[in-house]
T-cell receptor
Framework: GAVVSQHPSWVICKSGTSVKIECRSLDFQATTMFWYRQFPKQSLMLMATSNEGSKATYEQGVEKDKFLINHASLTLSTLTVTSAHPEDSSFYIC?????WGTGVDSPLHFGNGTRLTVT | DQQVKQNSPSLSVQEGRISILNCDYTNSMFDYFLWYKKYPAEGPTFLISISSIKDKNEDGRFTVFLNKSAKHLSLHIVPSQPGDSAVYFCAATDTGKLIFGQGTTLQVKP
């Protein structure tokens, strides 16, 4: 089946530094990838939709200057958390969809997530 | 505004019995529903889905039921196994963007 690889799986950084998270579709091309965030015991919240070759679409309340998304190729999207603060500590998950035909009829495939801890 | 709700944060079931996880939604425009399973520190894994034109979809031990008039869907796992212990998220979409419920932690006791 379709595989989405996310790296790193966990990272600890100091407040004020930036962290880059990579999301790769390993055996399919993904023109669209999604970035989610999950706080403990809460649901996954969509942060942004990453489109290959164009600007990402951010959800309301998500700072685009803080969470930089780059979708440089059909198999790679990156999320950079800039000037990280402790409140950015969370579980970040990317996902991508294999397009079977009309689009919505294929499930999202998720990476294994990145646990970010900002000290 | 929580468009997708899983009102039971946890569920405990004996091995071999049926597990029923419930999910309610408010947006009548949703036309596709999915269930994901998630282990700690891992990304969600797709389990099963259902289109709004159906009321039931079955895949092995997993069956999803959709009641559009009640805006309710449920996931049945029969028979439940200890390896099914995880957090289960329901999700819904009408645009391709998934809206997730809060999740239900299922514990299957041997």
């Amino acid at each position: 089946g379709a595989v989405v690889s996310q790296h790193p799986s966990w990272v600890i950084c100091k407040s004020g530094t930036s962290v880059k998270i990579e999301c790769r579709s390993l055996d399919f091309q993904a023109t669209t990838m999604f970035w989610y965030r999950q706080f403990p015991k809460q649901s996954l919240m969509l942060m942004a939709t990453s489109n290959e070759g164009s600007k990402a679409t951010y959800e309301q309340g998500v700072e685009k200057d803080k969470f930089l998304i780059n979708h440089a190729s059909l198999t790679l999207s990156t999320l950079t958390v800039t000037s990280a603060h402790p409140e950015d500590s969370s579980f970040y998950i990317c996902s991508a969809r294999v397009l079977w035909g009309t689009g919505v009829d294929s499930p999202l495939h998720f990476g294994n997530g990145t646990r970010l801890t900002v000290t | 505004d929580q468009q997708v709700k899983q009102n039971s944060p946890s569920l405990s079931v004996q091995e071999g019995r049926i597990s029923i996880l419930n999910c309610d939604y408010t947006n009548s425009m949703f036309d596709y529903f999915l269930w994901y399973k998630k282990y700690p520190a891992e990304g969600p894994t797709f389990l099963i889905s259902i289109s709004s034109i159906k009321d039931k979809n079955e895949d092995g031990r997993f069956t999803v039921f959709l009641n559009k008039s009640a805006k309710h869907l449920s996931l049945h796992i029969v028979p439940s196994q200890p390896g099914d212990s995880a957090v289960y998220f329901c999700a819904a979409t009408d645009t391709g963007k998934l809206i997730f419920g809060q999740g239900t932690t299922l514990q299957v006791k041997p």
